[in-house]
């Protein structure tokens, strides 16, 4: 079969068309659909996490007097976790420069074990928040902060939302 410029083209019977020369395999098809399947599994797990994620921060900013529609913007979450930590939340644009990263994770780190600190919780919740924050989130946002703090971080509060660290 020619087609309108004398080039062939290939003409494949049943469900795969082909035009002007390429021939799709029914392996390369194949490889399609399962990456097609792989990223919507992807999509939907990091989807399913970030809501299991802000569930938990909305409730630990209940708890804690600040908005909680703040835990489902994505770096806005970060931002206020690291404000209600003592810790400049401007910071959180760090997440966006890949190896700064690091840096922004020991910030939340630092911002996570005073919270914990201040909910009564110890190290093991710090590198919960490091490694599973979800899971972190979930258990700070049942717990009500400490009445009688064991340290004198309380004295210093959260600057409200909005305003920059000095």
Known sequence: MRGARGSAI???HGPLRVTKGTMLTEASTVLVAVISIAALVAVA???GLHIWYAMGLARVFAGRETETWRAWVPLLNEAEVLRLGR???VKAALYLVPVVAVYAIVLKAIAAHRLNVEAGRGAGSTVLAVLLPPVWAMLLGQDRPATTPSTGLDEVPAPAPGVAFP
């Open 87 to 89: 810790v400049d939340p």
């Open 10 to 12: 290939r003409v494949v």
């Open 45 to 47: 797990l990091v989807a």
